[in-house]
């Protein structure tokens, strides 16, 4: 099981989106996926499935096993690990617990047999969080082509760096493979430059990009994948996909 977190300090960057596309993308190529949503606002368990008991928290806790909480979804191989959007528990187990292994301990050995873990998670980083990027093979940072999320995104490295040193765990910079630069328009020439320099400033590091599309917004609406005909995406967002995903299966 190889599993990826995608993160970033700053809200509404993408996360969601592409945590819930590349899941679905995974899933309709065979390959065995869940999909833990680890964000209090649940968006990626209402895109994903309608109805669910049992939330992730519930598992987190001790009060029921993985297997009574993991949810199919309608796309063949996919699976949930949900959150309740509304009176669920997540927030309250993040902001309490100081267990940095709940998911090596509580979680993990029920899911060998998945080949992805996919967490989506909120831009917060408190020891929750510190846990998920602990335990994530792969850490993703999601910005969009904006100098507020380029400063979430330079917060998100401060502080893989202090946890690094706190909990004494693998370099957590290490971990990230590639960054994604969400909401590209290429009509925008100021966005191009921002880009531009922005990337300079990490040279080793490869970015990934996705275009604006409104296919994202539509396959929300309509909780399905971009991929389906029903939504008609544009082939650059197809394409960037694929990329992802290419990387995400090395
Ligand atoms: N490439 C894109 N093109 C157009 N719209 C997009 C794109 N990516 C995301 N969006 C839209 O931007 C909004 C924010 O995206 P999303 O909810 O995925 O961000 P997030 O990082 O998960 O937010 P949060 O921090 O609140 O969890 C959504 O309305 C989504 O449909
Ligand atoms: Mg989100």
Known sequence: MKSFVFLNRKGGTGKTSISVTCAIELARRGFKTVLVDCDPQGNSSSWLSKNFQYELSDVLNGKIKVGECLVQTHFENLFLLPTFAINGGLQSFASSTRNYYVFEDAVFPSLKDFDYLIFDTS??????????????????????????????????????????????????????????????????????????????????????????????????????????????????????IDSIIREMTK
């Open 123 to 240: 831009p917060a980083f408190g020891d929750f969080e510190k846990g998920i990027a602990n335990c994530a093979d792969v850490i993703v940072p999601v910005l969009k082509l904006d100098q507020f999320s380029a400063d979430g995104f330079q917060t998100l490295i401060e502080n893989l760096i202090t946890t690094t040193k706190e909990i004494r765990c693998k370099d957590l910079l290490e971990k990230i493979s590639f960054v994604i630069l969400n909401q590209q328009d290429k009509r925008m020439k100021f966005q191009s430059l921002f880009a531009e320099n922005f990337m300079k400033n990490f040279d080793d590091t490869q970015f990934l990009t996705i275009p604006t599309d409104t296919s994202f917004v539509k396959a929300q609406i309509l909780k399905n994948s971009i991929q389906d005909k029903s939504i008609t995406a544009r082939k650059e967002t197809t394409d960037a």
